[in-house]
């Protein structure tokens, strides 16, 4: 199959009204799909299922599932053509918004230092221009734009249509190895990733990483922690912390993990329950799948190892392993109901400046924008 018949498989798909999802994964070169036979609504019960997993951000909500029993997988090689140059557009944010932002953005601070909470990240949600193209050209523009990131494209007739290019894992598990990052802290690319944090960022990351760990210290033994490092995200530079862990033989839970972690401070806030709670209250707008969390669920992958010996027939074996890879949904966009939105936010401390909060809405606002 020829890279032009990937994407004519996921156009003809889109065009029946059938479900599918189409993605890379980070610094690979293969995009694959899965398109559903059907157009019925799937769900993970207790995410020991196969498929695909489409979760919003309030874990009391159902997660979609495209399972790999009712769909057909097909996969290409993708070699982006171009690398986007990290400028920053022109702000073209909408300024009646930006009231309404600094006023959530004050109120959080109040809260905070009230002693209510620690951190609460706190987004918005954008209308833009429908884009001239279609869904399937938007998703080539993001394959072709963000090598980094995790890039997909998920729709569903009776749910909408999600696109997105994040710089963010949720989880990894592959057999008994966990794999996660704690990413938060955010400024322009300006052409460097050699640059200095203030301190409100350096904690608001290191609180992140706190939680994480201690949300998988009952289910792992082992946990490796890493430096923290500057990454690049299109125009944007985060803080991240790599966190590596062996999960205790025979005790993958899946739903017992993703319930202790998701959603981290990194999109929610700390403590978890307090900081949901006031993002449902008060940010004035339902996220649904923003901030949420999709990706591969349970796939079978198997390695042939062959022992070398001359021979011996029988000496090639596989070892098959099951394969978690989840994304957190940032810089991502809808297409619902004939309209476009775009999601973005940002995680506000006592320390935060509504303004500077503002900006940097607006400048995570650009990841989706330069391809539309
Ligand atoms: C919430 C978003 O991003 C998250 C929040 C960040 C921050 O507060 O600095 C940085 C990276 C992400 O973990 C978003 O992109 O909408």
């Known amino acids: 199959m020829a890279l032009d018949q990937f994407f004519e498989h996921i156009q003809n798909q889109f065009d029946k009204k059938l479900p599918f999802v189409a993605y890379k994964k980070p610094d690979t070169s293969v995009v694959k799909g899965l398109l559903q036979s059907d157009a019925i609504i799937h769900t993970s019960v207790d995410f020991t299922e196969s498929g695909f997993v489409f979760a919003p951000f309030d874990a009391e909500n159902e997660a979609f599932l495209i399972p790999i029993e009712n769909s057909t997988g097909i996969e290409h090689e993708f070699l982006p053509s171009h690398e986007f140059d990290g400028a920053t ?16 953005v004050q109120k959080a601070i109040e809260a905070i230092k009230n002693n209510h909470l620690k951190k609460v990240v706190l987004s918005r949600r954008e209308a833009v221009q429908p884009p001239e193209a279609n869904p399937i050209n938007l998703f080539k523009k993001l394959l072709h734009t963000y090598t980094t990131a995790f890039v997909y494209c998920w729709y569903h007739p009776k749910v909408g249509l999600w696109l997105g290019a ?95 972690i998701h959603p981290t401070p990194a999109v929610c806030g700390f403590p978890k329950d307090k900081a949901k709670a006031f993002i449902l209250e008060h940010e004035g707008y339902p996220r649904e799948f923003y901030a949420g969390f999709l990706g591969e669920l349970n796939l079978k992958e198997t390695t042939t190892r062959n022992t070398n010996r001359r021979n011996v027939e029988n000496n090639a074996y596989a070892v098959s392993k099951k394969v978690s890879n989840f994304y957190v949904n940032l810089r991502c966009m809808q297409l619902k109901d004939e309209h476009v939105y775009l999601y973005v936010g940002g995680g506000i401390t006592k320390d935060s400046d509504a303004e500077m909060e503002w900006e940097e809405t607006v400048h995570k606002s650009q990841t989706i924008k330069r391809i539309l």
């Not at 073209?92 to 932002?101: A, G, L, M, R, V």
């Not at 894992?169 to 944090?197: C, E, H, Y």
Request: hydrophobic share 35%; charged share 25%.
């Open 89 to 104: 557009k022109a702000d073209q944010s909408p300024s009646n918004q930006k009231e309404f932002h600094a006023h959530l």
């Open 166 to 260: 994040t710089p963010e894992t949720l989880l990894s598990i592959r057999g008994n190895q966990l794999k996660t990052m704690s990413l938060a802290g955010t400024q322009p690319f300006k052409g460097s990733t050699d640059v200095v944090w203030k301190e409100k960022e350096k904690e608001e990351q290191q609180l992140v990483t706190d939680f994480i760990v201690g949300s998988l210290e009952t289910s792992v033994d082992t946990i490796k922690v890493s430096e923290i490092e500057t990454v690049r995200a299109g125009n944007l530079l985060h803080l991240r912390t790599t966190i590596q862990a062996n999960l205790k033989p025979g005790t993958l839970n899946l739903k017992h993990l993703l319930k202790a």
